[in-house]
């Protein structure tokens, strides 16, 4: 096969053939972010979603959105559990995405199993919705080493924390796979203060000259640590960013499970059908600051604050499914039982200590430990066993 | 694998597009046996072609290496014999290059992937550093990278700045990355080779003046000898060569420095005094065993490089020998290096170039009246 192939009709061509609009209006994203379920918990009617001629979204389906509302509720359980086991001194540090719930789980349930995930340092929810030992998945955070989990096994890569640089991992994994006739999506995950390091701005290119299914998924938490968003971008919208790379950019909003699901579906659907990569930003809040290390009220306003806990996307889609009559009390505490057992798992298995091995150190360098590898790895077990003798 | 591959132009079969001139001239090389005078840049061209026939998932990128065949030559043909899918040109971001690498390494692929120039690699630093040689460490080994990163190096060729870098020391220091560097032609084939069969990621650096030097070699044989190690699961890789035995004291160099050394020991013989060439040609791996049994029988060395000597690979031999031969010594280890200058202006390089002359006054110093 030729990588270069066009694809017979893409969703670009399709969009201007059926709307009779132009390549850069599907490109540009809608004039209004795609929201679906208002704040208050209740669906806007079609013409209010955001949507116009070439960016039109179906509403997902009941089963997938109850799987997405406990997997939701899962992952704010996560979010307080971890933040509450790093005050207890049981874990290093914890990157919460506390308010950006509903993101980590559409990130997950959009794709299939053959697909690919690059998640970064504070998308831990998304890591395991996709399916990832929760206990595995914080090793990196617990301290014994820098990563708990098999990237291949899961197809998740591992939790990066140098900005961006795992963009093009995931642009070469979809290149492999294209080469290879597979028909697998990957998911590129980035956060708003990301979108300025170099790495994004080759990933997308790269993705869009090779014509690459990618889905390069920004969550606009509004925030790079203590710096706004207004000090990283003047563009009208990070998702307008697509446009320059020849790749078309949708606007979500992040708070809202429906839209999400159904912005981030399409997404992957068309870049599975050949469409080339595509990038999805999700307006969302970071509700508590970058790490417990951080003390954001250096740099924000607790009214800003007050303004996104009324936007949270738990309770909003907790209203919409209840008032569809899909959720009652019975199923509700159903849910919360499952989440209370991952928290039980996370307690426990953060609780424990594990025992690190000091010459895992020289193991993993290389696959055949270099000459100077094992001079140093003797060296220090000469060192352990004077010391274990000295007792 | 076909045998009668000599080198990618000549590989591609596309015969019928040839004259029947050169057609007839291609199969007179296929049947030459026996060493023949032949380019770096051609034993590394063939090296790739040869290790693309043998396996799918081996992948050559980077800028202009398509149908231009690389600003140097060194993918001459590749496109041609393998198509668009195999070795192809990408937009010119280098991180972009050696990230995608990363991502096709963690997907099953192989990427030998050429960096222009050795200043040219800098803004994949990040990627290099913090991805390629870090991933089988962070996954306990679950995630392998065997990817190269071809990058030329060094100066001597009258380039202009930012093109004629000597950067191994900053890759040496970066745990997780093997570093070669070919001398000769033979080690051309031999070690790229080595390189692309190897599971972890390997920066080669490729001494951009010897492209064009050429050597009798026999490249039937470096196949045979690949096939070989290949069966028998051994190779030359970390391992230091002794490329002109010698007694009088040992001259420790690698890459484009070699023949600048051997150069020196033939000087050096004609006034009577026998010099020792290391080469060394794997910088990570080290091979002490070789630098370290030489150095003890000589008790005198020199370390030569072109790079500058401060924390420089010069400055970790030369204190890795003190460490193990310290008592063999009959004088204090001599560094001969560039100058701890950015690389001069090409009017000003043959000042700043370790040359024949540096290399013998730095021998003279070695303490011979004691």
Known sequence: ?391 | MSPTITTSSEANGNVSAATARAAAKAAVVAEQTGPQPITLAKALNTAMADAMHADPSVLVFGEDVGMLGGVFRITDGLTKTFGKDRCFDTPLAESGIVGMAVGMAMNGMRPVIEMQFDAFAYPAFEQIVSHVAKMHNRTKGTVKLPMVIRVPYAGGIGGVEHHCDSSEAYYAHTAGLKVFTPATVADGYRMLREAIDSDDPVMFMEPKKLYWSKDQVDLDALRAEHAENTARGTSSEGRAAVARPGTDATLIAYGPSVPTALAAAAAAAEEGRSLEVIDVRSIVPFDDETVCASVRKTGRAVVIAEAHGFASVASEIVARVQERCFHHLAAPIRRVTGFDVPYPAPKLEHYYLPGVDRILDAVDDLQWED
């Not at chain 1, 970058?290 to 604050?305: G, I, L, P």
């Not at chain 1, 936007?311 to 209203?319: F, G, V, W, Y």
């Not at chain 1, 025992?355 to 060192?383: I, N």
């Open chain 1, 1 to 391: 096969m030729t990588i270069s192939a066009e694809a017979p009709e893409d969703a670009a061509s399709e969009a201007v053939r059926k709307f009779g609009i132009t390549v850069e209006d599907y490109m540009l994203p809608a004039r209004h972010q795609i929201q679906m379920v208002g704040p208050d918990g209740t669906l806007n009617p079609h013409t209010e979603q955001g949507t116009q001629p070439g960016h039109e979204y179906a509403l997902p389906g009941d089963e997938e959105l109850l799987a997405a509302y406990e997997q939701l509720v899962v992952g704010r359980r996560v979010n307080d559990q971890n933040s509450a086991l790093v005050r207890q001194g049981r874990m290093a540090v914890y990157p919460s995405s506390h308010g950006q719930e509903a993101c980590q789980v559409a990130a997950a349930l959009c794709l299939s199993d053959g697909d690919w995930m690059f998640p970064t340092y504070r998308d831990s929810v998304a890591v395991m919705a996709r399916g990832v030992d929760p206990v595995q998945t914080m090793t990196l955070f617990r301290g014994d080493w820098h990563g708990g989990y098999d990237p291949a096994k899961h197809k998740v890569g591992i939790q990066c924390t140098p900005l961006t640089t795992q963009l093009l991992h995931g642009v070469g994994v979809a290149h492999a796979a294209k080469l290879r006739g597979e028909d697998t999506v990957v998911l590129a995950m980035c956060g708003d203060g990301a979108t300025s390091e170099g790495d994004f701005h080759e990933a997308l290119n790269f993705a869009a000259v090779f014509h690459l299914p990618v889905v390069f998924f920004v969550q606009n938490n509004q925030y790079a640590i203590s710096v706004p968003l207004a000090h990283q971008s003047v563009a009208p919208s990070l998702a307008h960013k697509a446009v320059g790379y020849g790749m078309a950019g949708e606007r979500v909003d992040g708070n809202d499970m429906v839209a999400l699901l159904a912005v981030l579906g399409r997404a992957v659907r068309l870049a599975r059908e050949g469409s080339g990569p595509l990038l999805v930003e999700a307006h969302t809040y970071r509700m508590q600051a970058h790490t417990n290390a951080d003390d954001a009220t250096r740099y924000r306003q607790d009214s800003e604050v007050a303004q996104w806990v009324a936007k949270d996307p738990l309770s909003r889609m907790e209203t919409y499914l209840t008032d569809r009559g899909l959720l009652d009390d019975e199923r509700a505490a159903g849910i919360a039982e499952k989440a209370e057992a991952v928290a039980t798992q996370l307690r426990e298995g953060l609780s424990e200590e594990v025992p690190v091995e000091p010459q895992d150190l020289f193991k993993y360098v290389f696959s055949t430990p270099t000459p100077q590898l094992k001079e140093q790895s003797a060296l220090l077990a000469d060192e352990l066993s004077r010391e274990e003798a000295a007792k």
